[in-house]
């Protein structure tokens, strides 16, 4: 199944001209007929089909980086190689061996990972950064809240393609909205929220898989991972933070690279923390800073709770830029002679 994100099911329901108003009503007569056994996302779906929308042009084929979703078959995507890593060689559960290799794959919309199995890690000998790739016949997979391509023996790569170019490289993947954190719902995707941190947690870490960073477990004395089998792991750590901006407060969850952004600190650093905790005052980095942070809202079941997945964060978010943005906003009210609304900004 297609993991098409809440905001593109929203929109999509905007472009058949139902007014926000129309939508939440519509939504939340298919949360109350189906008892609260369904997100308001899946709610989001089933109405837009009711009405015939089609919510995505297509779920195969060529396509923008940016319009690649999880759960897609049979992508084809044309882009430049940004990011080029290591081949890591592994046993599978059944006592095969096999290797893995990755890129980064960036168009003019955004960028993705690129990770290759088996015989098709070999192709990333082939190319260097730099180099513009065509990748045909990938499936999509979502890891850590991220959409990826995977490619398999039966995928296809063609270097530097005759007669293909690509524009400039987007550097920004996604486009934000920026949210106020008493307007924030479950499921909503690209939302920036600009705020506070008012508290944070201890880190912590747990074994990975050093191929596909999934969660490693003991058994039989040993670690294993479901689809490489007996590994050495390696670590991946995440931090909890308490963001506060004013209209409400909001958990924020850091998983790996973000750790290291908003900390500012390498894993050898982070490393060190878990053997001798108070190496490093990492809270009293962080407390009392205004900080940018990007991602996801996601439901927390066990706590009935909704919590902002971090996908990126400023951890110095320019004052001089953030008052023009208001400014700007503020303009926009006024052209619309709604003053009412500036309370909202």
């Known amino acids: 199944m297609i993991d098409i994100p ?30 609260g056994l369904i997100s308001k996302e899946g709610a ?18 060529r396509m923008k980086i940016k319009d690649i979703m999880s759960g897609m078959r049979n992508v084809e995507a044309l882009g430049k190689v940004t990011n080029k890593f290591n081949i890591t060689e592994f046993t599978r559960k059944d006592g095969t061996p096999s290797k893995v290799g990755s890129f980064i794959l960036g168009d003019e919309t ?11 890690a070999n192709k990333l000998s082939e190319f260097n950064e730099e180099d513009i790739l065509k990748v045909v016949g990938g499936y999509i997979r979502e890891n850590q809240g991220r959409n990826e391509i995977h490619m398999n023996d039966s995928s296809k790569i063609v270097v530097n393609p005759e007669g293909e170019t690509v524009g400039d490289v987007s550097v920004e993947a996604r486009e934000y909205d920026r949210k106020k954190v008493s307007d924030l719902a479950e499921n909503m995707n690209n939302v920036e ?12 870490f747990f074994e990975v898989c050093p191929e596909c960073r999934k969660r490693a477990r003991v058994k039989r004395e040993e670690f294993e991972c479901d ?5 050495t792991p390696d670590f991946n750590y995440v931090m909890n933070a308490i963001i506060d901006d004013g209209s409400g ?11 290291e952004k908003a900390l500012d600190l390498e894993k050898s650093k982070l490393l060190e923390i878990k053997e001798t905790p108070d190496s490093v005052d990492f809270k009293g980095k962080l407390l009392g800073s205004i900080v940018k942070v990007k991602g996801r ?3 927390n079941a066990m706590f009935d709770r909704l919590e902002l997945s971090v996908q990126d964060i400023d951890i110095k978010p320019d004052p001089n830029k953030e008052m023009d943005n208001i400014n700007k906003a503020i303009d926009e009210v006024k052209k619309s002679k709604d003053i009412s609304d500036i309370n909202n900004i």
Do not use: P
Not at 44 to 61: C, D, F, P, R, Y
Not at 193 to 204: F, M, N, P, Q, Y
């Open 110 to 120: 955004g960028r993705m990972r690129v990770t290759c199995w088996g015989d098709m």
């Open 249 to 259: 407060n909001i958990r924020t969850v850091f998983f790996e690279k973000m750790v």
């Open 44 to 61: 989001a779906h089933i109405i837009a089909n009711e009405m015939g929308i089609k919510l995505v042009e297509s779920t195969s084929g």
């Open 193 to 204: 929220v600009l705020g506070t941190i008012v508290s944070v947690e201890a880190l912590r």
């Open 297 to 299: 809202v996601k439901k």
């Open 6 to 35: 809440y905001e593109t099911i929203i929109s999509k329901l905007k472009e058949a001209g139902l007014s926000d108003e129309d939508i939440e009503s519509k939504i939340q007569v298919k949360l109350d007929q189906l008892s």
């Open 227 to 231: 689809t490489h089998g007996v590994i």
